[in-house]
T-cell receptor, first 113, second 114 residues
Framework: DTGVSQDPRHKITKRGQNVTFRCDPI?????LYWYRQTLGQGPEFLTY????????KSRLLSDRFSAERPKGSFSTLEIQRTEQGDSAMYLC???????????FGEGSWLTVV | AQSVSQHNHHVILSEAASLELGCNYS??????LFWYVQYPGQHLQLLLK??????LVKGIKGFEAEFIKSKFSFNLRKPSVQWSDTAEYFC????????????FGTGTRLKVLA
């Protein structure tokens, strides 16, 4: 257990539906990252937060994706109008400051049918 | 653009064989390098990391990696693998210019035959 928890662990949804994932990072870590991982690929960076500020977003994050970290603690990643190509594992990561070791949650598997 | 390349996508070894997994990165700044392992059904775990100093770093479970700056490489090694080392291995570089972002390679799937 890394101390980073994600919910739900698995989600099956119909195409066109909205889904939301939650991440609770290690409490004393200021930064929080979201990654996406598909079979046969390494984690791909999506976005990251420093406290409540979203500092960088990948081009992979289309307009259908939105992430928030309202109080600088937990974060949510919402995908609107899901597509089959969104099927992947969504990983949350919480690096120690000054960011030398990154701790991953167990991921949220999304299957869009 | 920054990138990490892992040339071996699948590796099959017998127990007690030696292991070397290649990792090359493309990044001109100060590098922090990592190897992560993902056992079946589990989350990514840190094997070892390099920040500065001795380019030969030792990690958990008998793994080591060598940073060769001139070759932009950070290869992972283990002298004698075990069946329990069957997993997927990811090399990563931390980008620090104006941001703190971790870029991962595509991974190498290792299968160790008992």
């Amino acid at each position: 257990d890394t101390g980073v928890s994600q919910d739900p662990r698995h989600k099956i949804t119909k195409r066109g539906q909205n889904v939301t994932f939650r991440c609770d990072p290690i409490s004393e870590h200021n930064r929080l990252y979201w990654y996406r991982q598909t079979l046969g690929q390494g984690p791909e960076f999506l976005t990251y937060f420093q406290n409540e500020a979203q500092l960088e977003k990948s081009r992979l994050l289309s307009d259908r994706f939105s992430a928030e970290r309202p109080k600088g603690s937990f974060s949510t990643l919402e995908i609107q109008r899901t597509e089959q190509g969104d099927s992947a594992m969504y990983l949350c990561a919480s690096p120690s400051d000054p960011g030398n070791t990154i701790y991953f949650g167990e991921g949220s598997w999304l299957t869009v049918v | 653009a920054q990138s990490v390349s892992q040339h071996n996508h699948h590796v099959i070894l017998s127990e007690a064989a030696s292991l070397e997994l290649g990792c090359n990165y493309s990044y001109g700044g100060t590098v922090n390098l990592f190897w992560y392992v993902q056992y079946p059904g589990q989350h990514l775990q840190l094997l070892l990391k390099y920040f500065s100093g001795d380019p030969l770093v030792k990690g958990i479970k008998g793994f080591e990696a060598e940073f060769i700056k001139s070759k932009f490489s950070f290869n992972l090694r283990k002298p004698s693998v075990q069946w329990s080392d069957t997993a997927e291995y990811f090399c990563a570089v931390k980008v620090t210019s104006g941001t703190y972002k971790y870029i991962f390679g595509t991974g190498t799937r290792l299968k160790v035959l008992a």
